[in-house]
């Protein structure tokens, strides 16, 4: 069952209202329902499973698969969009960036862009602020927002993602790729979304997601944007990665 707690928002362009942008504020997090139509889902499932079978192929498939402080993932695709014309296109769809600019202020360019399969028994994702993982990028984490598409039912059983509301600071040491002791902390909110809906993401949320012990994938692509960033901002945190630890398989 989806929650009440998401706001509807109807294809014609309107700005997020204001009860919308102060739930943000106060939980680092906001749920858009019914953003992107059926049609548009099953179009980027297609896609989707076109970029999965060419990954496999993939000279770099490890190196799309790897992912910062901790094991490489097969189930993630990270950057996704030189590989996809159709998902470099989604990534600057006005829909997304108009809510983006309302939510951040300023002109929205893509940082950071991933798909996450997560099919029946994928791991889940441990507690952590996305802030942290982006050392010395520069750019304030109010200025900086990541928005969530999803493709599949995203239920506490599929893996969905659950957020710890009210936090406004790093709870691990600044420069400090580490993931947050949830000890103490909670209670988390589950975030649940159905295909079409749009979930951001603060880069100070707190955040985890639990294995997928349902029977169907819980995809979703990830865009990160900074408000007014500076041009190439999305190459300058490609090479910045690249020099970030990854755990050995
Ligand atoms: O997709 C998930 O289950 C969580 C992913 C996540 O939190 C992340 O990549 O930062």
Known sequence: MVQATAWSWPVIFRRITARAQAWYQHHGWLRLSGVFSTTEVARWRVEADRVCSQI????DRDDRNAVVNSLPRTDRVEPLCDLSPAFLQLAHDPRILHLVR??????????????????????????????AYWPNIGIPPHQMVSAVLFLDDATPQS????????????????????DVDENGLGPFEPVEAIPGDV????????????????HQ?????????????????????????????????
């Open 159 to 178: 893996g969905g993602i659950e957020c710890l509301p009210g936090i406004s600071e790093l709870l691990t040491p600044v420069g400090e790729i580490a």
């Open 56 to 59: 496999s192929k993939a000279a």
């Open 102 to 131: 309302h939510l951040i202020g300023g002109k929205p360019a893509l940082f950071k862009d991933k798909f996450i399969a997560k099919p029946p028994t994928a791991a889940g994702y441990a507690t952590h602020q996305d802030f």
């Open 199 to 214: 979930v951001f993401l603060s880069t100070l949320v707190p955040h985890r997601s639990g294995p997928n012990v349902s």
């Open 217 to 249: 994938p819980r995809r979703a692509i990830f865009y990160t944007y900074a408000a007014d960033a500076e041009e190439g901002i999305y190459s300058r945190y490609r090479e910045l990665k690249k020099a970030l630890p990854h755990r050995p398989r």
